[in-house]
Nanobody
Framework: VQLVESGGGLVQPGGSLKLSCALS????????IGWFRQAPGREEREGLA?????????YYSDSVKGRFTISRDNAKMTVSLHMDSLKLDDTAIYYC????????????????????????????WGPGTQVTVSS
């Protein structure tokens, strides 16, 4: 499978931006896609939003809940991240990735999980797209 992000750019605080993750090599709807970001100077990637293509359930971290929306277009095989009310702290490289079976089963069986801990369950990372929020 391959994932490629696009749509990043420079935006003013309070503005909006829509990122897109193009999926290839997925043959069924049995996939889970997550959006992550890595801020300047930080070693860890931060989980932001997850969508389960089997039931279109979405999940958001507290840092973006109410501002970001994850969605998918099955016809175009893309997963988008619509970002509103952008803040200076949203400046980062944004990545999409696909979850392995372990995390899919966590969602399937409603097991507890936390956004701070999910990076390790994802793979197929794209090259990322830069989002800069600046006035």
């Amino acid at each position: 499978v391959q994932l490629v992000e696009s749509g990043g750019g420079l935006v003013q605080p309070g503005g909006s931006l829509k990122l897109s993750c193009a999926l290839s090599g997925f043959t069924t709807n049995n996939y889970v896609i997550g959006w992550f970001r890595q801020a300047p100077g930080r070693e860890e990637r931060e989980g932001l939003a997850v969508i389960n293509a089997k039931d279109d359930k979405t999940y958001y971290s507290d840092s973006v809940k109410g501002r970001f929306t994850i969605s998918r277009d099955n016809a175009k095989m893309t997963v988008s991240l619509h970002m509103d009310s952008l803040k200076l702290d949203d400046t980062a490289i944004y990545y999409c990735a696909t979850a392995g079976e372990y995390f899919k089963n966590k969602l399937r069986f409603n097991e507890t999980w936390h956004f701070f801990d999910i990076v390790r369950y994802f793979s197929g990372w794209g090259p990322g797209t830069q989002v800069t929020v600046s006035s």
